[in-house]
């Protein structure tokens, strides 16, 4: 692995040159300016784990296509181990980042897209697959972190992409040359995308024979000619452009993935990075099989994060006094029993994950979708359980200003204590990271990341067999199968 460690990632960063805009300004370095260092330093611990001998089983694999060993976040699931292992990694890192480490967008990416160019091959007499490989040695080789980009903005969301007034509101080919082609357009919401080397593009929905030219899967270097990056605004960013480290709650990492617009504006392809060109019928399945990882992955990483949760929460009713009563042990007991639960879900779509036919492994997208609709209650249950517990003064606690004043701080300090030993600011400290973990953009990722609830309530009930579980019902009964009944069936 060419980056060894999180320091060799941050440096490789800086070598880079892509176009990013936070609030109408340019960021010269993204592991410098404040609103995007954080990020950096989540994904950088993506590096840092397997280079640590306590985690590098997890951290690392053997690739099945040099026999070197790589990062985990750039390996194609081998077998039901490796879908279990990258679970048990998420968790882990989800603990100590608190945040979205960004990682695995482009992780499950390569892997469905592995999959589906061996399809699309071997229906097309396409060579995909092979042109995939290659890239994907350099990415392994190098250590490279990929932004999969997925989310088209999709204009009006009445009309498919062929549809649309205007053409760019999906990504798409604007140009074919004999030697690559030419993109134009803009995928939104990328996560980790201002912080990776490559872009990793893939068709967002189901296309039909009209869309050719938006079902495109494509790798692009984050500063080839064209791109341009709009760094999203997150809650509570103000805070940490003045650095105030305190009331940022997580200084360190960030409150949540860091994502960003990506324009393409007439951004040139060579042919030996376009793994789709025009096969539309298999941009459904490539969704399918990203979302489904991406889905399985929601319920390690929140998982990790709820753990930290639940740690903050525990430690500030110590705090303040309150941690025995019964009331609160048992919300605390409650907070466990769910993110256990969605763990168990999670682990559980790896364990039974299936081979496609290129030899990669999938999550049994079935649990993977219960997984990821865990997610968009159980993390908002563990908030509201958390924002229960801690108390109301998080919405009116004063700033690290006032803590730290001349005048008022004695004030801050003796009004905001709790029990006997442990200072004010530790207490402020906590409720700062609990309101950043709860609060604004945080809940809206486990809301809207990896598809929206709904995306996953159709996947349940296309995948939910409601015709075998009708003939359960009538067998137990006697009822013969033949007859239909006047509705439904
Ligand atoms: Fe990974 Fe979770 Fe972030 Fe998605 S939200 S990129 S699964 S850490
Ligand atoms: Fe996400």
Redesign the pocket.
């Known amino acids: 692995m060419n980056l060894k460690n999180g320091t060799e990632y941050i440096e490789s960063l800086r070598k880079l040159k892509p176009i990013i805009y936070y609030k109408g300004k340019k960021i010269e370095d993204v592991t410098r300016h404040p609103a995007t260092a954080p990020h950096v330093r989540a994904a950088a611990m993506t590096y840092a784990l397997a280079s640590d001998d306590e985690y590098r089983d997890l951290a690392t694999a053997t690739s099945h296509l040099t026999g070197r060993t790589i990062s985990r976040f750039t390996h194609v699931h081998q077998n039901i181990e490796d879908l279990i292992k990258k679970i048990k990694l998420?968790r882990i890192?989800?603990q100590k980042t608190g945040t979205?480490?960004?990682?695995?967008?482009g992780f499950d990416g390569i892997n469905a897209a592995y999959s589906v160019t061996y399809e699309i091959d071997k229906k097309c007499g396409t060579d995909y697959f092979e042109r995939l490989k290659q890239w994907l040695i350099g990415i392994q080789d190098k250590n490279l972190m990929v932004v999969g980009a997925m989310t088209d903005p999709k204009g009006d969301r009445s009309k498919g992409p062929a549809d649309q007034p205007d053409p760019d509101q999906y990504l798409h080919i604007v140009e074919r040359r004999p030697d690559g082609v030419v993109l134009r357009g803009a995928k939104l919401h990328m996560?980790?995308a201002v912080n990776s080397h490559e872009i990793l593009v893939m068709p967002t929905t189901a296309m039909d024979e009209r869309s050719r030219d938006y079902a495109v899967v494509c790798a692009i270097p984050v500063d080839a000619p064209g791109i341009t990056m709009i760094f999203g605004r997150q809650a509570n960013d103000d805070r940490r452009d003045k650095l105030e480290r305190i009331d940022v709650g997580k200084p360190a990492f960030g409150a949540v993935?860091g994502e960003a617009l990506i324009a393409f504006e007439d951004v040139f392809v060579p042919t030996d990075r376009i793994f789709m060109d025009g096969e539309t019928e298999f941009a459904s399945l490539l969704v399918y099989r990203f979302a489904a990882h991406?889905r399985a992955?929601?319920g390690?990483?929140?998982t990790g994060l709820m753990d930290v949760l639940t740690g903050a929460v525990s430690y500030l009713t110590q705090i303040q006094g309150t941690a025995k009563a019964s009331h609160v042990r048992d919300k605390v007991t409650e907070m466990i029993h769910l993110c256990e639960t969605l763990y168990c879900s999670s682990i559980a779509c790896s364990a039974e994950g299936q081979p496609t036919p290129s030899g990669a492994y999938l999550v049994d997208t079935m649990l993977a979708n219960v997984c990821k609709q865990n997610v968009t209650r159980f993390h908002f249950e563990v908030a509201r359980l958390a924002l229960d517990l801690a108390g109301g003064f998080i919405a009116t606690l004063p700033s690290q200003y006032d803590l730290e004043s001349e005048d008022v701080g004695h004030l801050v300090r003796k009004y905001f204590s709790g029990v006997k030993d442990i200072s004010t600011e530790d207490r402020i400290k906590i409720a700062r990271l609990i309101e950043a973990m709860t609060g604004g953009t945080a809940l809206v990722?486990s809301m809207h990341?990896?598809g929206s609830p709904q995306a996953q309530r159709v996947m349940i009930l296309r995948e939910g067999n409601l015709d075998k579980k009708i003939k359960l019902a009538k067998a137990l009964l006697g009822i013969p199968q033949r007859v239909k009944a006047k509705q439904g069936e």
């Open positions: 998420l890192l989800g979205c480490f960004q990682r695995c967008v996560t980790g993935g991406h992955n929601y390690a990483c929140t990722e990341g990896a």
